[in-house]
């Protein structure tokens, strides 16, 4: 059985950090990769990272780029999206979803992805 479990989400204040952690259980790593999205009230859900966990490569979309770091822990089935310098526009539901494409990841097209957890809040105040 496949879970997508965020967790992490906040509330933080402009220029905060929140290092938000996605436990993937049932999607082996040489076989999945992990993305993060997020959707924002009234707005379409949108790319911000992904990894391929089984060469390590990630990619950023340009959303968040430069302010975040997707990794991952292989041995705990984890991701972890460390965010900085927030901004109140970056206020959002966060997913996390696992693909199929284990290689490589898309860090835009959420269609790509096959499994998606409930998502974490996020919310920066100015």
């Known amino acids: 059985e496949v879970q997508i479990v965020e967790s992490g989400g906040g509330l933080v204040q402009a220029g905060g950090s929140l290092r938000l952690s996605c436990v993937a259980s049932?999607?082996?790593?040489?076989?999945?990769?992990i993305g993060w999205f997020r959707q924002a009230p009234g707005k379409e859900r949108e790319g911000v990272a992904c990894?391929?966990?089984?060469?390590?490569?990630?990619e950023y979309a340009d959303s968040m780029e430069g302010r975040v770091t997707i990794s991952s822990d292989n041995a705990k089935n984890t991701v972890y999206l460390q965010m900085n310098s927030l901004k109140p526009e970056d206020t959002a539901v966060y997913y996390c979803?696992?693909?199929?494409?284990?290689?490589?990841?898309?860090?835009?097209?959420?269609?790509?992805?096959?499994?998606w957890g409930q998502g974490t809040q996020v919310t920066v105040s100015s």
């Open positions: 049932g999607v082996p790593v040489d076989d999945y990769s």
């Open positions: 979803a696992a693909s199929r494409a284990a290689y490589p990841c898309s860090q835009y097209v959420s269609r790509a992805y096959d499994y």
């Open positions: 990894i391929s966990r089984s060469v390590g490569i990630s």
